[in-house]
């Protein structure tokens, strides 16, 4: 078994490993932010490199005033 992560993993190991709501991963895939897939049986892919990428750009919490 390898550490290295898969290349392209579904919406919910996506929010597991940004540590988001899958309604954040596919709000990220709206605005297009993820590249994505979709395979034959339904499941959307993305790529984990860019959760990785996307999840550390994105700040948490309430704006600052």
């Known amino acids: 078994m390898t550490d290295k ?3 392209w993993i579904t ?6 490993l940004a540590r988001r709501h899958k309604a954040q991963i596919y709000r990220w ?3 297009g932010r993820l ?3 979709v ?3 339904g499941v959307t892919h993305v790529l984990s490199k860019a959760v990785l990428r996307v ?3 994105v700040k948490r919490g309430r704006p600052r005033t």
Do not use: D, H
Request: aromatic content about 4%; hydrophobic content about 40%.
């Open 5 to 7: 992560p898969k290349e």
């Open 11 to 16: 919406v919910a190991e996506a929010a597991t």
């Open 29 to 31: 895939i709206a605005a």
């Open 35 to 37: 590249a994505t897939y």
């Open 39 to 41: 395979s034959t049986n």
């Open 55 to 57: 999840g550390g750009e």
